[in-house]
């Protein structure tokens, strides 16, 4: 055809998709189903129960020895066989995922997180033993899959874990010998004038992981336990009633053992909610607000097809900022994880377009230290009239659950360029947890463990 591989999958995947109430993917991958057969690919499995679509993509990736180079499901190899496996798996994921937004968030944990784990620990074992420990082949729920998995990668020496923000301890739970001049995070949400929605979405990226046989616990913020709280939102939420029940879920702190093969410890030891450390306030509407914009949002998917090749990409590119992001408070660190994110969802889905229109140069540099090179991106986008067709990036970035963490004045002064694109919740001001973050003292990393 004279195109590149990425221009041929986008025209494919425009005609496929081009009416929503007869997808033709399906018919598609027909033509790839004896190589996917004969690879052992449960075609069945992922069409009769498309939550188990991601999980047999790492199934067919690890048993084959491919996860590294062929995560993206692009067809590039050598092999033609893998070729027509990851170009069905493709197809099949692509039609699956226009009623399934969760899909993405669970493509990034499961795929994208361990295959870039895998490649910094250059460890076997992360495959061979991490993926069973941590559920990453069974449909558990993404929050335990990420906290699974930093209990085993926690075990490993060599894996510092610096893709998460290491926090001190719970006030609750602390030392008699505690720094007094160190604000904990269940002090920064026990206030008062803290609302119950603040409380919720401040305790949902928290997660603790337990030596076992030991007093002893490293407390964690990361924003891979975010994007699995959204992913676990969508994959069983629609209802107001639903996404109150994940919300309560998510908000929970749980205590995941260390992997320690000498005393057997394995899977969460511990939940805490810390929003009952508050006396409720008959007047604070906050959590329902909280939920009525997340319906809201779940609502504008439309139409926001991501292939996996783009999505695996941003997730290498997050992976790699995130241990570069440098703050001396939760809040910025936070806002700075957020911005890298959505920084890397412009770049990545800005080279989708080059095929239907003229796409300005983008600075291509991770965001890691400020919000300048994001804004400025989006400032470029919006000049060449394509902010409409960042449709991943625009509605990722209007999840409520995400604006809890940008700064009150992101839509102020020289960032108004982002209401051109993004929409502001109403409710911001009652989610937003920036400064309240902002108070609470981070740890270095290679700090002995206290309480």
């Not at 986008?10 to 190589?35: E, R």
């Not at 030991?214 to 994007?227: P, T």
């Not at 700064?407 to 694109?421: H, L």
């Given at each position: 055809?004279?195109?590149?591989?990425?221009?041929?999958?986008?025209?494919?995947?425009?005609?496929?998709?081009?009416?929503?109430?007869?997808?033709?993917?399906?018919?598609?991958?027909?033509?790839?189903?004896?190589?996917?057969?004969?690879s052992q690919?449960?075609?069945?499995?992922?069409?009769?129960?498309?939550?188990?679509?991601?999980?047999?993509?790492?199934?067919?990736l690890?048993r084959?020895?491919?996860?590294?180079?062929?995560?993206?499901?692009?067809?590039?190899?050598?092999?033609?066989?893998?070729?027509?496996?990851?170009?069905?798996?493709?197809?099949?994921?692509?039609?699956?995922?226009?009623?399934?937004?969760?899909?993405?968030?669970?493509?990034?944990?499961?795929i994208?997180?361990?295959?870039?784990?895998?490649?910094?620990?250059?460890?076997?074992?992360?495959?061979?033993?991490?993926?069973?420990?941590?559920?990453?082949?069974?449909?558990?729920?993404?929050?335990?899959?990420?906290?699974?998995?930093?209990?085993?990668l926690?075990?490993?020496?060599?894996?510092?874990?610096?893709?998460?923000?290491?926090?001190?301890?719970?006030?609750?739970?602390a030392k008699?010998?505690?720094?007094?001049?160190?604000?904990?995070i269940?002090?920064?949400?026990?206030?008062?004038?803290?609302?119950?929605?603040?409380?919720?979405?401040?305790?949902?990226?928290?997660?603790?992981?337990?030596?076992?046989?030991?007093?002893?616990?490293?407390?964690?913020?990361?924003?891979?336990?975010?994007?699995?709280?959204?992913?676990?939102?969508?994959?069983?939420?629609?209802?107001?009633?639903?996404?109150?029940?994940?919300?309560?879920?998510?908000?929970?702190?749980?205590y995941?053992?260390?992997?320690?093969?000498?005393?057997?410890?394995?899977?969460?030891?511990?939940?805490?909610?810390?929003?009952?450390?508050?006396?409720?306030?008959?007047?604070?509407?906050?959590?329902?607000?909280?939920?009525?914009?997340?319906?809201?949002?779940?609502?504008?998917?439309?139409?926001?097809?991501?292939?996996?090749?783009?999505?695996?990409?941003?997730?290498?590119?997050?992976?790699?900022?995130?241990?570069?992001?440098?703050?001396?408070?939760?809040?910025?660190?936070?806002?700075?994880?957020?911005?890298?994110?959505?920084n890397?969802?412009?770049?990545?889905?800005?080279?989708?377009?080059?095929?239907?229109?003229?796409?300005?140069?983008?600075?291509?540099?991770?965001?890691?230290?400020?919000?300048?090179?994001?804004?400025?991106?989006?400032?470029?986008?919006?000049?060449?009239?394509?902010?409409?067709?960042?449709?991943?990036?625009?509605?990722l970035?209007?999840?409520?659950?995400?604006?809890?963490?940008?700064?009150?004045?992101?839509?102020?002064?020289?960032?108004?360029?982002?209401?051109?694109?993004?929409?502001?919740?109403?409710?911001?001001?009652?989610?937003?947890?920036?400064?309240?973050?902002?108070?609470?003292?981070?740890?270095?990393?290679?700090?002995?463990?206290?309480?």
């Open positions: 055809m004279g195109l590149s591989l990425r221009s041929q999958i986008n025209i494919l995947q425009n005609y496929m998709l081009g009416d929503n109430d007869n997808p033709k993917s399906l018919a598609y991958v027909d033509v790839f189903l004896s190589h996917m057969y004969v690919i449960d075609y069945e499995l992922i069409v009769n129960n498309p939550r188990m679509c991601n999980i047999v993509i790492l199934l067919y690890v084959n020895g491919i996860l590294n180079n062929s995560y993206l499901l692009f067809p590039n190899s050598e092999d033609a066989g893998i070729n027509a496996c990851v170009t069905g798996l493709t197809l099949l994921f692509m039609e699956k995922q226009r009623t399934n937004p969760s899909f993405v968030f669970d493509y990034m944990l499961r994208g997180y361990i295959r870039n784990v895998y490649v910094t620990s250059n460890n076997n074992d992360i495959l061979e033993r991490m993926c069973p420990y941590a559920g990453a082949f069974q449909d558990v729920s993404l929050k335990s899959l990420v906290g699974m998995s930093m209990g085993y926690a075990s490993q020496k060599g894996y510092d874990l610096k893709e998460h923000i290491l926090v001190y301890g719970l006030s609750s739970a008699e010998r505690r720094k007094d001049d160190i604000v904990r269940d002090d920064a949400f026990g206030t008062d004038d803290v609302k119950g929605a603040q409380r919720t979405v401040g305790f949902i990226p928290l997660c603790a992981l337990k030596y076992a046989g030991k007093n002893e616990s490293r407390l964690y913020y990361s924003m891979f336990n975010l994007l699995a709280a959204i992913g676990q939102i969508l994959k069983n939420g629609t209802s107001k009633h639903e996404i109150q029940i994940e919300l309560d879920k998510m908000q929970l702190l749980r995941y053992s260390i992997l320690d093969e000498s005393t057997k410890a394995t899977g969460i030891e511990e939940e805490l909610d810390l929003t009952e450390m508050a006396d409720d306030d008959e007047n604070d509407n906050s959590v329902e607000h909280l939920v009525e914009s997340i319906q809201a949002w779940i609502g504008k998917y439309d139409k926001c097809i991501i292939p996996p090749y783009t999505i695996g990409r941003i997730m290498g590119r997050f992976y790699s900022t995130a241990p570069q992001i440098k703050n001396r408070r939760l809040g910025d660190t936070m806002y700075q994880s957020v911005i890298s994110l959505l890397a969802c412009l770049l990545e889905e800005s080279l989708e377009l080059l095929d239907e229109c003229d796409v300005p140069r983008l600075n291509n540099s991770n965001a890691t230290n400020s919000d300048k090179i994001f804004f400025n991106n989006l400032k470029k986008i919006v000049v060449a009239g394509i902010g409409d067709k960042m449709k991943f990036t625009k509605w970035a209007e999840c409520p659950l995400m604006q809890a963490f940008f700064t009150p004045n992101f839509w102020n002064g020289r960032q108004e360029i982002a209401g051109r694109v993004i929409e502001r919740n109403q409710h911001f001001e009652e989610v937003s947890v920036y400064e309240i973050l902002n108070q609470v003292g981070l740890r270095i990393h290679r700090e002995p463990v206290e309480g």
